[in-house]
Every structure is written in C-alpha cells, then in structure tokens.
C-alpha cells in the first residue's frame, strides 16, 4: 500500500509542479526545448487589433515579434508564430497572418499549421 500512496504523491507534485512552472512566454518548461525560450507560447490576443490600423499601432499592439513575410510597393504581410510544447520537438501550432496595404491593416488570419512545423508557409489568402 505505501509504493502506491508514495506514487500517487509523487505525480500530484508533478502534476502541481508542471501546471505552475511556464515560462513568460507561455512554455512550459517541463515540455519545452531548451533552445526555443525566445518563440511565442501564448495565444495572439487579436481582440486588439482592427482593420484600419497602422503597421506600427498593430505590431505595438500584439507585443510580439513579427516576421515580414511578403512585400511589395503597395502591400506588406506579418506573420507571427504560436508554439506548441509537447513532449519531442515542439512545433509551430499556429500562425498569425496580417495583410497591410499602403500602410493600413487590411485583413489577417489565423491559420492552424500541420504538426512538426516549424517554418512559417506563405499564405494564400481566401
């Protein structure tokens, strides 16, 4: 009886443990790769965010690093990653897609990725 009562105490601590202990940026670290501190964890919190507004009011907005991904003289496209941590290599679970023409957001999109992603795609825009 007591290697089961000891075993049970073990994974409740762990279970604690690992429920408080994420990093900044939403990783867990028990999960997390070591090398991946500097990737988002979190969810994009575009609540924030609306069409209309100027490259600089979003990006400041979303309090995140963003990639440019696409541009032309009339038009740019920013992505944003969400990781996902999982026991093995985390991966890109989601990418955040924001469309800016002459200067003004003019449509994102969220785009879940497959798994084991882990460069951003070029969006094709629906």
Do not use: H
Not at 4 to 30: E, F, H, Q, R, Y
Not at 47 to 54: A, R
Not at 70 to 86: G, L, M, T
Not at 103 to 109: I, T, V, Y
């Amino acid at each position: 009886m007591k290697p089961i009562v000891a075993l049970m105490g073990i994974i409740a601590i762990g279970s604690i443990a690992t429920s408080c202990a994420t990093t900044k940026g939403g990783a867990n670290w028990w999960l997390a790769d070591f090398d991946k501190y500097d990737k988002n964890y979190r969810n994009f919190g575009t609540e924030s965010i609306v069409i209309g507004m100027t490259v600089e009011e979003t990006l400041s907005q979303l309090k995140m690093k963003a990639r440019k991904i696409e541009e032309s003289s009339d038009y740019q496209v920013y992505a944003y990653e969400k990781w996902i941590a999982v026991v093995g290599d985390d991966y890109i679970d989601e990418v955040l897609y924001l469309r800016f023409e002459n200067g003004f957001l003019s449509k994102w999109q969220i785009k879940k990725m497959e798994r084991n992603t882990i460069n951003i795609p070029i969006i094709i825009w629906n």
